[in-house]
């Protein structure tokens, strides 16, 4: 595995205890460069640390909200260019929809 998937993949509290102990093993194996840029790694925020899981663990989902927020672009670029406002309104709720679901998710992971 590699040591930036098992750290990132540990919760917010197990981060400095891995994350020094991969330097440690880095450091040992002579790879001196990438244990210093390992050890400089801070801990991700609780809110990065569940968008980061959701990526791991839902990719699919998460994938749908970006193309949902793609589509609203789009559409609202149409409604602002005088086009029919409904397709805005459609994507304003595929993307709300998309959104509530990758909530509902990292609550779930956040627990």
Not at 43 to 71: C, F, I, M, Y
């Amino acid at each position: 595995m590699d040591p930036l998937d098992e750290l990132y993949g540990v919760r917010p509290d197990e981060f400095v205890t891995v994350r020094d102990r991969l330097a440690k093993e880095l450091r040992a194996a002579g790879d001196k460069e990438r244990a210093a840029g390992v050890k400089a790694l801070r801990r991700p925020t609780p809110s990065a640390w569940a968008v980061n899981q959701l990526a791991r663990s839902h990719p699919h989902e998460l994938k749908e909200a970006v193309e949902a927020g793609d589509r609203l672009r789009l559409a609202q670029r149409r409604a602002a260019s005088g086009a029919e406002a409904k397709g805005y309104r459609e994507a304003t709720s595929e993307r709300d929809r998309a959104v509530q679901k990758l909530v509902r998710r990292a609550e779930g992971i956040l627990k």
